[in-house]
């Protein structure tokens, strides 16, 4: 029955968003009386509230004393998307780690209000069932987890994965897998597997400027492609560059991307596994976000469309599960051997406790459960700071709007430098990405990252305030 009425009020709800999306229910326009929502749906009271209620969370509407509740959300307000970026000329070396060592210097600072880091905080995560988990992993792992495990991985997690692969349309076996410590070791990995020094390898532009270090230190150029906020990579244009650049590699992050939360779609992502496979280029694909999606089913990889072994996936738990385990994997194809020696070779093996407890926890289909309610989170947070930015910052702003994952990208009037706008920030005790580190191109200087992975709350709101006034100051 709980399952039934859970059902029953996000459908309704989901019913009204949709038509204060479509602008049909306006700003300022009233909703029927909780009661009258329950005669003409059929279901209780507590069941048209639940519906109310949520939508209230998500900032859609309000309820005003004595009155009823009220539409307060108007999608027409909302500022313009960003534009596709502009192609880059040639790669370029990377050199953007002084702005990157700043920000992750300040991002273990406990006393700013931190739209920087694109994590799950500690309230949103399933801490005591994981702590459950662990000491089952104690108990049950040979030497109590204190030996080497095999360096393709925990078998018992591998299997859990691979389980966990029909959700993308994936039917591997656990023998496919090999765990990493963490997403952006199987990208080190993968790319170390398929490139050599002074290779080129095409990337997204913005791009995650973990990436940008991690080619740096394996000392690769970097061709930036545009990318569009909403579909990803401009495939006509990687389709020519390849030749032309003599690109060896990819790299792409096609779900919810860092920092423009573009979701390929997925015939996109079906075209893009069929243009690699005509000039043989592997893929390594960053589906670091693919859980984190708002709408009613999961996205696609590309993947899933792979059948001849080209596509490197990687993942990890650590945005959705538990960052600070490191626990990740990838599913490297027909490089598998390369990347088991590489691993053999840099790390021998992954911690053995916090895979079991992974794998533990997953076998109890908690993992499910706890992603419905991570996501329902998010969304509401997104739509929470959407409002509040298009509200406190400047009319002539462009936001992404993206359908998962933690991040929003704003883009600010030319003349707005936001790595001056970050120092001034610190002073304020907030943090955020300036977009600067998201290219090696001199360009986004007047962009921000924003990450909704805060709970909303009034030290929130008056944060991006504060951004705001701020911002307005230097225009």
């Known amino acids: 029955m709980l399952k039934t009425a859970e059902h029953l009020y996000l459908q309704i709800a989901d019913k009204l968003e949709q038509l204060i999306a479509k602008d049909v229910l306006k700003?300022?326009?009233?909703?029927?009386?909780?009661?009258?929502?329950?005669?003409?749906?059929?279901?209780?009271?507590?069941?048209?509230?639940?519906?109310?209620?949520?939508?209230?969370?998500?900032?859609l509407i309000e309820s005003r004393p004595k009155s009823g509740y009220y539409v307060i959300y108007c999608a027409r307000r909302l500022p313009e998307m960003p534009k596709k970026c502009e192609a880059a000329k040639k790669p370029a070396e990377v050199t953007v780690h002084e702005m990157i060592s700043r920000l992750c210097l300040h991002s273990t600072n406990n006393d700013l209000l931190k739209f920087s880091s694109a994590i799950p905080l500690a309230n949103m995560l399933p801490t005591a069932k994981l702590s459950k988990a662990m000491i089952q992993a104690m108990r049950s792992t040979d030497a109590t987890g204190l030996g080497y495990e095999h360096v393709q991985g925990n078998e018992h997690l591998?299997?859990?994965?691979?389980?966990?692969?029909?959700?993308?349309?994936?039917?591997?076996s656990e023998e496919d897998v090999i765990t990493t410590s963490g997403c952006i070791d199987a990208l080190n990995l993968c790319l170390s597997a398929v490139t050599q020094p002074g290779d080129t390898i095409a990337i997204e532009s913005p791009a995650y400027f973990g990436s940008l270090q991690l080619a740096e230190s394996l000392g690769l150029k970097v061709l930036e492609i545009p990318t569009h906020p909403v579909t990803g990579v401009d495939l006509e244009y990687l389709d020519k560059a390849i030749p032309r650049f003599k690109v060896k590699a990819c790299l792409f992050v096609t779900n919810f991307n860092n920092p423009l939360g573009a979701c390929m779609p997925d015939t996109h992502k079906q075209e893009l596994v069929r243009l690699l496979e005509k000039h043989d280029i592997p893929l390594i694909e960053d589906d670091i976000y693919g859980d984190m999606y708002f709408g009613k089913?999961?996205?696609a990889v590309c993947k899933t469309f792979d059948k001849n072994g080209l596509v490197l996936l990687c993942n990890s738990f650590s945005k959705s599960l538990a960052p600070g385990f490191r626990v990740g994997w990838t599913l490297p194809g027909r490089y598998k051997e390369k990347v088991l020696q590489l691993k053999r070779i840099r790390s021998i093996s992954c911690a053995s406790l916090p895979g079991a407890a992974i794998a533990y926890f997953l076998e109890n289909d908690r993992y499910e459960h706890h992603l419905r309610n991570t996501r329902k989170t998010l969304h509401t947070q997104y739509m929470r700071h959407l409002q509040?930015?298009?509200?406190?910052?400047?009319?002539?702003?462009?936001?992404?709007?993206?359908?998962?994952?933690?991040?929003l990208w704003i883009e600010l009037n030319k003349q707005i430098n936001t790595f001056e706008l970050y120092d001034q920030a610190l002073k304020q005790k907030i943090s955020f990405a300036p977009g600067r580190i998201f290219s090696l191109q001199e360009r986004y200087g007047n962009c921000m990252r924003i990450s909704y992975g805060n709970p909303w709350s009034k030290q929130v709101e008056d944060g991006l305030k504060t951004l705001g006034r701020m911002i307005k100051k230097m225009s």
Request: charged share 25%.
């Open 27 to 59: 700003t300022g326009d009233k909703l029927p009386s909780v009661r009258t929502m329950s005669e003409e749906q059929g279901v209780s009271m507590s069941t048209a509230f639940q519906a109310y209620y949520h939508l209230e969370g998500k900032g």
């Open 158 to 172: 591998r299997r859990q994965i691979a389980r966990m692969s029909i959700l993308w349309g994936g039917a591997i």
């Open 297 to 299: 089913e999961r996205p």
């Open 388 to 407: 509040a930015v298009t509200d406190y910052f400047p009319e002539d702003i462009c936001v992404t709007r993206p359908q998962g994952g933690y991040v």
